[in-house]
């Protein structure tokens, strides 16, 4: 059974740099064909694409976000991460990282998200 | 970016109710047009993809229909476990966007 967990700080100073980390396990991240991705919704708001990567490290980033965004994988951890500078309160939400199958460009598999609070 | 709008925020109902929520494309996303679901603390899971194919596991009360810009998720036959938010998301053209979200309250 596929399982994603985010992990990272809950609370990070205005100007600084958020960072998270998402485990996968029952699969293996560089699993031919597969995308995953960071998706993050303010509390009581819709939903908002941040960043995706490819199975080969191939990087696509939401314009709105990219020059504040990277997203890497770790393969020896069977982790990916993400890290976004200069934050704000407007970047307070629950962010979660999910998966994206081959010959598919829908989520079937999400973390459980984690509540990141900017604030001093 | 592509603009996606659920006109309704929320709607009320009640068990047993034929329910349709609507979402509108700005331009054209073809048929790259999934739906989720959300319950409250809860990430939200796949129901729709390719705006009519139903996800492994999903009650068949669900369907999804349109093509284009105009898109509806149907929910025939509303159970208590269906009450939640729903959300359209478009695929076809970078960055991939959201719906607001459309809240399904018990009447």
């Known amino acids: 059974q596929l399982q994603l967990q985010e992990s990272g700080p809950g609370l990070v100073k205005p100007s600084e740099t958020l960072s998270l980390t998402c485990s996968v396990s029952g699969a293996s991240i560089t699993s031919s064909g597969y995308y995953w991705g960071w998706i993050r919704q303010p509390p009581g708001k819709g939903l908002e694409w941040i960043a995706s990567i490819y199975y080969t490290g191939i990087t696509y980033y939401n314009p709105s976000l990219k020059s504040r965004v990277t997203m890497s994988l770790e393969t020896s951890k069977n982790q990916f991460s993400l890290k976004m500078n200069s934050v704000t309160a407007a970047d307070t939400a629950f962010y979660y990282c999910a998966r994206v199958p081959p010959h598919s460009s829908s989520i079937d598999y999400w973390g459980q998200g984690t509540l990141v609070t900017v604030s001093s | 970016d592509i603009q996606m709008t659920q006109s309704l925020s929320s709607l009320s109902a009640s068990v047993g109710d034929r329910v349709t929520i609507t979402c509108r ?19 939200p899971k796949l129901l729709i993809y390719g705006a009519s194919s139903l996800h492994s596991g999903v009650p068949s009360r669900f369907s999804g229909s349109g093509s284009g810009t105009g898109f509806t998720l149907t929910i025939s036959g509303l159970q208590p476990e269906d009450f939640a938010s729903y959300y359209c998301q478009q695929t076809y053209s970078s960055p991939q966007t959201f719906g607001g979200g459309t809240k399904v309250e018990i009447k």
């Open chain 2, 25 to 43: 494309a700005s331009q054209t996303v073809t048929s790259y047009l999934n739906w989720y679901q959300q319950k409250p603390g809860k990430a």
